[in-house]
Structure formats: structure tokens, C-alpha cells
């Protein structure tokens, strides 16, 4: 039985796919274009893939945006990325409301400008009880930091080492609540995890595509969830 638009049984579907949206540098230059504008192309891009996720009925999209290490690019381009986490916020909150999805932010909000933290809170705040789509922002974002930020917690609120479990470490991730990502696809054909949800992948199929971010289109996203379907997954066992 399928109600996806693929030809997928729905139980087939999986339910976290989480994405680095990688290649938009490339697709700029390779049109001779600048940097930004293949971030610009990237979030155009996003807003289509966000419709596709709930369309195929994905439930959960977890968006890789700025990570802690992207502080390194020149300061323009991080300019340019704060500059389209806001405008995002400002032109698409309402539709993405109206369409049911929930945004929640995960890494260091309190890192952020000011302007934009208030900003974040207010679409959490606004979405909050919305459920066709949980859409995770990766912003400021790092898989080590993450866990670091766990373990300070953790120590924090004077937890005895004994007391330690898989379930609770993943209770003091940013991800508290979210299934672990089924899916994580990769664009632009780099072979690496870049510190993206590394406690959360261990045992996450992996879709690498060479295709650059702003071109990786419904089809193609298509195909990927059909691949993942045809995956044989067996969590360490045989
Ligand atoms: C990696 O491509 C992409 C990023 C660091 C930013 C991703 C951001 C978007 C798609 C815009 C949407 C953003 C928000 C805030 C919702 P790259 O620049 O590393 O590409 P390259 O490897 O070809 O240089």
C-alpha cells in the first residue's frame, strides 16, 4: 500500500531525514557568480525541499545552516548567512505556519546577535503547536560542541556517573524529543560528516549525491528516498 506520491509503502518513509546542504559556493562560482548568491539559490531551493518533505511525508527535517566552524569564512559570507536566517524568518514564517510546520533551532542560540535570538524564539514560539513537519535548524551548529554542551549539563546538575545511559545522553542533546535522523543526505560530493549530529547518526543511512545543493530538485530527492527504502538496515545485528 502506498498514500506517498512514490512509489513507497508509507512505512518505508523515513521519518527524520536530515540534510547538508552543501555545494552553493561551487554552483555560484560555476556560474560566475558570488558566494551569496548560491546561498541564495540554496534557500530557494530549501523552501521547495521543505515542501517536498511534507509532501512525501517525512516527519521530521533536520537542515544543516551554519555550523560552528563556518565563524571561518570571510566575514561577508557570515554576514550574508545571519542576514538569511532572518529574511527567512521575515518572508516564509507565515506560509511555513500556515503549512503546518514546527521550527525548533538546535546549537548555540545564545551566541547569536541579539536581534536574531529574539527573532528564532518568536517563530519557535509561533509554531510551537504544529505538527505535519518538525523542521530542525542547524544554526551555529557542532556535533562536538553539542556533546560537550551535554556532558557540562550533565555535570552541572550533579549526575552520577553510573546513572549514565545511552537514552539520558540523548535527553541533553539539542535533539531532545526527535528521533534519531534515518536519512542523511549529502550534497556536492564530499565523503565527510562535518561534525553533523554525530551522536545522533550511529546508525543513519547515508545518500551522497554529487549534485550541488541550490540543483538537488524533488525528483532527485525522490530517488533518494527510494534508495533508502531499499536499504537493509540491521543496527549492528544480522
Ligand atoms: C554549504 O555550502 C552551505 C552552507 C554553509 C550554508 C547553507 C545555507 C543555506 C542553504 C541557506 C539556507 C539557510 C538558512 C539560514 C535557513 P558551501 O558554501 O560550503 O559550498 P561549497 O562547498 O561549494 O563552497
Known amino acids: 500500500m502506498s498514500n506517498s506520491p512514490l512509489?513507497?509503502?508509507?512505512?518505508?518513509?523515513?521519518?527524520h531525514v536530515a540534510m547538508i546542504m552543501d555545494g552553493n559556493g561551487?554552483?555560484?562560482i560555476s556560474r560566475g557568480l558570488p558566494r551569496l548568491a548560491g546561498h541564495k539559490a540554496g534557500t530557494e531551493n530549501l523552501r521547495r525541499v521543505i515542501r517536498a518533505s511534507v509532501e512525501f511525508g517525512v516527519k521530521y527535517l533536520t537542515i544543516y545552516a551554519f555550523s560552528t566552524e563556518n565563524w571561518g569564512r570571510p566575514?561577508?559570507?557570515?554576514?550574508?548567512?545571519?542576514?538569511?536566517?532572518q529574511d527567512v524568518i521575515d518572508k516564509e514564517l507565515g506560509e511555513l505556519n500556515?503549512?503546518?510546520?514546527?521550527?525548533?533551532?538546535?546549537?548555540r542560540l545564545e551566541r547569536l546577535d541579539p536581534r536574531i535570538q529574539q527573532k528564532v524564539l518568536k517563530a519557535i514560539d509561533l509554531t510551537k503547536n504544529n505538527d505535519k513537519l518538525i523542521l530542525n535548524v542547524a544554526f551555529n551548529y557542532g556535533g562536538r560542541d553539542e556533546i560537550v554542551c551535554a556532558i557540562q549539563k550533565l555535570m552541572n546538575e550533579g549526575i552520577r556517573a553510573e546513572d549514565v545511559t545511552d537514552e539520558l545522553v540523548s535527553k541533553y542533546m539539542f535533539t531532545v524529543g526527535v528521533p534519531d535522523p534515518d536519512l542523511i543526505i549529502r550534497t556536492?560530493?564530499?565523503l565527510r560528516v562535518s561534525n553533523?549530529?554525530?551522536?545522533?547518526?550511529?546508525y543513519s543511512e547515508w545518500y551522497i549525491t554529487p549534485t550541488f545543493w541550490p540543483d538537488f530538485d524533488r525528483e532527485e530527492y525522490g530517488r533518494a528516498l527510494e534508495d533508502f527504502a531499499n536499504r537493509d538496515r540491521r543496527y549492528g545485528k544480522i
Not at 75 to 85: A, N, S, T
Not at 98 to 107: D, M, P, S
Not at 196 to 201: C, E, H, P, R, S
Open 188 to 190: 556536492s560530493g564530499e
Open 196 to 202: 553533523f549530529l554525530i551522536w545522533q547518526a550511529a
Open 7 to 15: 512509489n513507497i509503502p508509507i512505512e518505508k518513509i523515513p521519518r
Open 26 to 28: 561551487r554552483w555560484a
Open 75 to 85: 566575514p561577508e559570507e557570515v554576514q550574508g548567512l545571519m542576514y538569511i536566517l
Open 98 to 107: 500556515k503549512e503546518g510546520v514546527q521550527l525548533r533551532h538546535i546549537g
